[in-house]
């Protein structure tokens, strides 16, 4: 309360302290304890300073009863919980960002245990992939996803693992994959594998990116690049 001794708050009530909302919301519990004889137990309750300053306090308050038992007031015990509120907005906050990247994105981002499969994919894999929605999605595993062969014959049940042991080892994994849409048709890919750990889980992000039209830009310059030196 920013007082010097404990004595100087004799006789002050909540309203001395704090915001007249605030001490009437203190004031109509303590009351009702008092009518009632019900605790408030680890109540969380915002406390606006008159200089405009916000903090947070658990709250619990218990009836206090004379020697023959009356409700002659209450005893209340509260803990500063301020710092821990902040870092639960913040926590709140970054969620919410990171969950807004992940549903706009047009790269395809999708959570992967690297021994259960896909847990989650945004929007962005459930149509990169052609499935009908998440949970079609999720119901998938990367072999599924992928032609049995990558171009460079080694097999893609082999080649993921390997992927996926790499970017658990380093943190990170950066490649190019050949895909396969659930409809059938393939198409050339980077992948990027970052691990992640979620509720005590190690777990991996891969964010997937069709490179198509770059493979196609690539091949047309290298052709015209080729006609060019012949015709020289």
Not at 121 to 131: E, I, R, T
Request: proline share 4%; net charge negative; aromatic share 6%.
């Amino acid at each position: 309360f920013g007082i010097a001794d404990p004595a100087h708050a004799l006789g002050k009530t909540d309203a001395d302290f704090f915001s007249g909302d605030h001490a009437a919301q203190a004031l109509t519990d303590e009351q009702e304890i008092i009518r009632t004889g019900r605790p408030v137990v680890d109540k969380e309750e915002k406390e606006t300073w008159p200089d405009g300053r916000v903090t947070w306090a658990l709250s619990t308050k218990m009836p206090l009863r004379d020697a023959s038992g009356r409700i002659a007031g209450t005893f209340g015990v509260s803990r500063d919980i301020t710092e821990q509120r902040q870092a639960e907005e913040a926590m709140r906050a970054s969620e919410m960002r990171y969950r807004t990247l992940y549903d706009s994105s047009r790269d395809a981002i999708m959570v992967l245990d690297p021994e259960r499969g896909f847990l989650a994919g945004n929007p962005a894999s459930v149509q990169l992939f052609g499935c009908r929605d998440e949970q079609q999605f999720t119901s998938c595993t990367p072999v599924d996803l992928s032609p049995e062969y990558q171009p460079d014959g080694v097999l893609s049940l082999v080649k993921a693992r390997q992927m996926i042991d790499i970017a658990m080892e380093r943190g990170s994994h950066f490649f190019e994959w050949r895909h396969r849409r659930i409809d059938g048709a393939e198409f050339p890919a980077t992948v990027l594998l970052a691990r992640m750990e979620l509720e005590g889980r190690r777990l991996l992000q891969a964010t997937v990116r069709d490179i198509t039209e770059e493979k196609r830009v690539a091949e047309a310059l290298r052709t015209a690049k080729e006609e060019a030196e012949a015709a020289s």
